[in-house]
């Protein structure tokens, strides 16, 4: 937990000193809309009102497809066909972030352009479509990983009462599983809150965009807008210095960014432990209805499987856009040889630079998150807990473009690092470690009483529960959350252009630690992705995304497999 309270130390130091370097309106920042630094008029309620709708409109959308999905993978398929459709799930919660704004630009922005008749269709509507098919996997992953830790006899017990198999999920399964539903959700938030390139690229970033009366409301979502993210991973950050009213508002809306992320988890945290007397094996309190129960179990099951489409859908487009685009990278050569120029040759250099940043990210995340999480699971009182999740997710949901700041600060020139592979890891690991933590407290939570006593009658002090019952029960869902949180941190590009990588010039593998950049794909593509007007970086660029998704799809079929032999391990618990 001291990780994500350092991070939090960090980030929050470096926002404060930033605001004290100018003197920040606070109520003309939150209810002002005007920016327009030229006139010192620094007015963020546009933005806020931004972040909420583009947020919103991602969860409206990904929430209830998410759920279903994942009661169908757990519930409805046999496991010879969910394993496989999981994993597809695993693969697109690995897609980069820049891949889901580049898909963004070719085919929601004209979707939205022929839904609004706006021209372009960079659109607060087109960032909330994106954010919902980039949070999808994420709620889906974490969802089953939670459906999948309820002991099998509450199913049989319901089973037993009659119940149809709608009834069962309703009543016996959903209420075990709430706080990992709920943590798929609030992980969901926070990367739709602290994303940053694929909102860049089809949000518009059009400043004081407010609808001028409730009427406007639907129409301002099919026109250009602007987020608090977007503002911080425009250019202003990097060109107004470090001093100053310009940066003192930046650092404000920072502030605010952080303030909205923890108010949601709080929210959430509320309102989960005011219900969570309502979970105990089968619901209590709610009895079935017995009109039509046949046909709404068919609804309900046609519903659910129906739902498993559009991640089907999703993933299948998105493999044939990227093999269309990328075909460069079905070469070896491509592989195996380093790049020649701005846009020639292979992109082996930077293979051997991503994956050495994602190694050192996990060897140093895993204990770290693994021991968030128990503390937050096992240890932490209620109130406490609550108050450590708010903190784990705030971290989570932060803008990687301040970690990206703050690790220039604090490594690159406090600490005379320049640009380092290591800083680089560092950066990246406030990205994994509150994955790692919230769905590893998700599964401590809904471990079987019985095993907890089983334990203390046994004589079994703090650390022998711990390694004899807790690891063996949590280590899926850990491996879980390392995956995904590596996913995210493969595609994370603004942190790392602050503090470990070059475009061009770096060597394969660095000699040493400080002074020692490295290549990484997701830099590669962002800056190819740049330069639209040259055919041959935009080629480069699409086969660089291709070769970032296989490896990741190498490494997760590789850990599915080490996770699902550890599930079969377990399965003594249930």
């Known amino acids: ?41 620094f007015g963020a309620l546009a933005m806020i009102y931004g972040s909420a709708v583009v947020a919103v409109l991602a969860l409206v959308l990904a929430v209830p497809v998410g759920w279903s999905a994942a009661i169908a993978l757990s519930e409805y398929l046999p496991p010879r066909l969910a394993k496989p459709l999981r994993l597809s799930v695993e693969l697109l919660a690995a897609v980069p972030s820049i891949v889901y704004g580049l898909i963004g630009i070719m ?19 087109a960032a909330g479509i994106v954010l919902a098919v980039m949070i999808m996997p994420t709620i889906v992953a974490v969802s089953v990983d939670a459906l999948a830790a309820v002991p099998a006899r509450y199913r049989e ?8 198999r709608r009834e069962v999920v309703r ?15 609030l992980l969901g938030l926070a990367r739709a809150l602290g994303e940053a390139i694929a909102v860049f690229l089809v949000v518009g970033r059009a400043d004081g965009r407010l609808p001028q009366s409730p009427g406007d409301f639907f129409s301002s979502l099919v026109h250009p807008g602007q987020t608090l993210t977007t503002k911080l991973a425009g250019p202003e950050p990097t060109l107004v210095g470090t001093s100053g009213p310009h940066f003192a508002a930046l650092c404000a809306l920072g502030i605010i960014l952080l303030a909205l992320v923890a108010a949601a988890t709080a929210w959430g945290t509320r ?17 079935p209805s017995v009109w039509l129960r046949t046909e709404r179990d068919r609804l309900a099951t046609a519903f659910r499987l129906g739902a498993l489409l559009l991640p089907a859908t999703l993933l299948v487009g998105m493999l044939t856009i990227l093999v269309t685009r990328g075909s460069s990278a079905l070469h070896p050569a491509f592989w195996f040889s380093s790049s020649t120029g701005a846009a020639g040759g292979g992109v082996r250099d930077q293979i051997l630079g991503t994956l050495l940043l994602l190694a050192t990210t996990a060897l140093i995340a895993l204990p770290l998150g693994y021991g968030a999480g128990v503390l937050i699971g096992a240890h932490a009182s209620p109130k406490t807990a609550r108050v450590l999740e708010t903190l784990t997710v705030a971290v989570g949901g932060t803008p990687t473009i301040l970690l990206g700041l703050a690790g220039y600060v604090l490594f690159s020139t406090a600490m005379g690092w320049g640009r380092s592979w290591l800083a680089g890891a560092i950066v990246l690991v406030p990205v994994v470690v509150p994955v790692i933590a919230l769905t590893t407290a998700g599964r401590i939570r809904s471990m079987p009483g019985e095993l907890t006593e ?10 022998q529960y711990i390694r004899s019952v807790v690891i063996p029960y949590t280590w899926p869902a850990t491996l879980t959350g390392l995956l995904l949180g590596l996913a995210r941190a493969a595609g994370e590009t603004a942190p790392l252009i602050f503090t470990a990588t070059v475009f061009f010039g770096a060597p394969a593998l660095p000699s040493g630690i400080v002074d020692a950049p490295v ?3 997701p830099t590669h593509i962002f800056t190819l992705s740049q330069d639209s007007g040259a055919p041959e970086a935009i080629t480069q660029a699409w086969g660089s995304a291709l070769v970032l998704v296989l490896i990741t799809a190498v490494l997760l079929s590789l850990a599915v497999a080490l996770r699902n032999r550890f599930e079969g391990a377990r399965r003594w618990t249930t």
């Open 271 to 287: 309102r989960a432990g005011a219900g969570a007397g309502a979970g105990g094996g089968v619901k209590r309190g709610h009895r």
């Open 1 to 41: 937990m001291f990780s994500v309270v350092i991070a939090l130390a960090v980030l929050t130091g470096y926002l404060a000193i930033g605001v004290a370097s100018g003197d920040v309106d606070w109520l003309a920042l939150i209810g002002d809309r005007t920016w327009s630094p030229t006139n010192g008029a």
């Open 107 to 125: 085919m929601i922005r004209p979707f939205v352009a022929a839904l609004g008749d706006v021209p372009g269709g960079d659109s607060l509507l």
């Open 157 to 164: 017990a319901a089973y037993a009462l009659g119940l149809t």
């Open 519 to 521: 290549q990484a794909l």
């Open 454 to 463: 089983a334990a203390l009658a046994l004589g079994l002090s703090r650390t």
């Open 171 to 185: 009543s016996a399964v959903l209420p075990q599983a709430r706080s990992g539903l709920r943590a798929g959700v």
